[in-house]
């Protein structure tokens, strides 16, 4: 069930999502909110693709909200053709005999799930084994594509503690490729397992691309958005994650099967977290009983404290309360703890902290 709050507009917006339906109830005035919510949360092509998708919705919907949906559903359309671009411009040069695989929004689109459907696609992420990352990178590069800008302890941390590349970029290209060698980073409390990830890629009819196992598809979404994300303003990535339980689990089998997967990859905890919020928010069918060890209560407790402030959109043209400054504070604090073991988050803090303190003095003369 969803929470309680039903008043709240971000929870207006979680019911609109769920049961597209309930437009007979709107008024102009909630209209003007959800659509800016959902737009801040980049849901609103996600949205525009639920209510457009049964006809008799759209007769509730005023010609001035209308206008915001089409626009949604045009822009989306836009950039969906934008990474179909990007991703025939790298089957052209990536070498034939490596296994790439696409992740994420790129994986949603080329499969056609319903997952796909409104979503902004904002850049290619590409895997492919660790032995393969040198000899994938040189041929982008030699190709024309170019590594983003970034000073040598950012592309030491990429490269030693990251789970990617740094960023490359063809010239005059919108999107970005982030070429990833695993799924969560390296010096991070979870580490899934590689051979298992690659053994099981899938092959799809027509494409030169692979993708994830579907089981591993929920997993790296749920890896993404609780154990290597900030949780801040990503609820499009809990919606991504409740579309693809509903896609790709269809029987009590497959559940159990998605369960035993999590243990073998051992990322339990951020499924549990996954399915606890999906079913909370977005009333997804997550049978009772799966065999999950759920957090210890006052770790889950903290968890239900600071993610629904994290998260949820909020307008932009209103300061945010204190609360969620903390909760965003204490979100990104999560996210290094869970990225690095402390050693190193230290020494990385010191270098930040160091940075900040080198840059300031030129930010003064600039400003002068």
């Not at 099967?257 to 051992?266: D, K």
Request: net charge positive; hydrophobic share 45%; proline share 8%.
């Amino acid at each position: 069930m969803i929470d309680p709050q039903p008043a709240a507009y971000p929870f207006q917006l979680l019911q609109l999502l769920c049961d597209p339906g309930r437009v007979r109830r709107l008024q102009l005035h909630d209209w003007d909110t959800l659509i800016r919510l959902a737009r801040r949360a980049r849901l609103l092509g996600v949205l525009a693709h639920r209510i457009r998708s049964q006809a008799e919705h759209l007769a509730a919907i005023p010609d001035c909200v209308r206008g915001h949906l089409d626009s949604a559903t045009t822009y989306s359309a836009h950039r969906v053709h934008l990474l179909r671009m990007e991703l025939a411009a790298l089957a052209s040069v990536l070498p034939g005999e490596v296994r790439v695989a696409v992740l994420k929004g790129g994986a949603y689109i080329i499969q056609d799930l319903a997952t796909a459907r409104g979503r902004l696609p904002n850049d290619v992420d590409l895997l492919v084994s660790r032995e393969d990352l040198r000899q994938t990178e040189a041929a982008l590069l030699a190709a024309g594509w170019e590594a983003q800008a970034v000073d040598d302890y950012a592309d030491r941390y990429y490269r030693e503690w990251s789970h990617e590349l740094p960023p490359l970029r063809f010239p005059g290209h919108p999107m970005e490729v982030d070429v990833h060698h695993t799924i969560s980073p390296v010096t991070g409390r979870l580490h899934p397992d590689r051979a298992l990830l690659f053994a099981d890629l899938q092959e799809l009819a027509g494409q030169r691309f692979l993708v994830l196992h579907p089981l591993d598809q929920i997993l790296h979404a749920a890896i993404h958005l609780f154990q290597d994300s900030e949780l801040a303003d990503n609820l499009r990535d809990l919606v991504d994650i409740d579309s693809l339980l509903r896609s790709h689990l269809r029987s009590a089998d497959d559940w159990l099967a998605l369960s035993v997967r999590a243990r073998r990859h051992g990322v339990e905890r951020p499924l549990w977290y996954a399915l606890h919020y999906c079913r909370r928010w977005l009333a997804t069918p997550v049978p009772d009983g799966l065999p999950l060890r759920p957090p210890p209560r006052a770790m889950l407790r903290a968890m239900d404290w600071l993610y629904p402030r994290c998260t949820l959109p909020r307008l932009p043209d209103e300061p945010p309360p204190l609360a969620r400054s903390i909760a965003v504070r204490l979100g990104a604090t999560r996210y290094q703890w869970l990225r690095m073991p402390p050693g190193l988050l230290l020494r990385h803090l010191a270098h930040k902290s160091a940075q900040a303190v080198r840059r300031r003095p030129a930010r003064q003369d600039g400003a002068g």
